[in-house]
């Protein structure tokens, strides 16, 4: 999952002192191409499958109930799902649980609207938009039970460290949606975007890691073709888990 939302290049992200009103007025884009090359197939299932799964961004509060038709499945936003093949397979493995899944790169979301008819799926919403937004505009508080971020793309360069996703700020807004008892769960297969995040996540008063540091891989998560093959050439990856206070 290579294409992120990311937050706005601003001194909101690395300033504690910003409240939420003022950072909901900072100017927020993405950091990835929104358009790309689409195959017939994607191209496809993004005529037939938007009208019925797609979810159109709106300033306005969002009834995740309504969107899923039941009441009680847990609901869970899926950050950043790249083509989308670990949020559908995450989707059959969690029946029982809702995803909204939030992506900005058109390619990316024909290609989960193929695997998502393709596999008759049915707890599967896509928004094509920038998450800050759909966070701060569309989630009402409380109303998730988790959040999974799966490699993120790091923005290595210590200059670039603004731009990175799991910023301070993104964090304290992710906990504001998050149910007492609800997780965050980031992944990531570069060492020192994941010393990173750890420390911003143990910065977070509202959240409490569910390990000591990095945390087994959950059996929900499936390792990916890439993941695979590096892992089987000694690359690492690491999973943090983390609950809302």
């Avoid at 100017?27 to 017939?40: A, D, H, N, W, Y």
């Avoid at 038709?69 to 899926?78: A, F, G, V, W």
């Avoid at 059959?92 to 008759?120: R, S």
Wanted: proline share 4%.
């Amino acid at each position: 999952m290579r294409s992120m939302n990311e937050l706005n290049n601003t001194e909101a992200l690395s300033n504690p002192v910003v409240d939420d009103q003022e950072l909901a007025q900072r100017r927020i884009r993405s950091f990835v191409l929104r358009q790309g090359r689409l195959t017939k197939g994607q191209a496809r299932a993004l005529e037939t499958g938007l009208p019925k799964f797609g979810v159109t961004y709106m300033p306005e509060v969002l009834d995740l109930s309504a969107r899923f038709n039941r009441t009680e499945s847990k609901k869970i936003l899926e950050i950043g799902f790249g083509m989308g093949e670990t949020t559908a397979k995450i989707a059959q493995t969690l029946p029982e649980c809702d995803f909204l899944a939030a992506e900005v790169h058109t390619p990316g979301v024909g290609a989960l609207l193929k695997l998502i008819e393709g596999l008759g799926l049915t707890n599967i919403r896509v928004i094509q938009h920038d998450v800050v937004e759909v966070l701060q505009n569309m989630l009402p508080d409380a109303s998730l039970d988790g959040v999974h971020i799966f490699f993120p793309d790091p923005w290595h360069k210590k200059r670039h460290h603004k731009r990175r996703l799991i910023q301070a700020e993104f964090v304290k807004l992710l906990c504001t949606k998050l149910k007492v008892g609800g997780y965050l769960h980031v992944a990531t297969d570069w060492q020192e975007y994941a010393e990173w995040v750890l420390d911003v996540l143990k910065a977070e008063p509202q959240l409490q890691n569910t390990a000591q540091d990095y945390a087994e891989k959950p059996s929900y998560r499936p390792l990916t073709k890439f993941e695979n093959r590096g892992l089987k050439l000694g690359h690492g990856v690491w999973d943090m888990v983390f609950r809302r206070k």
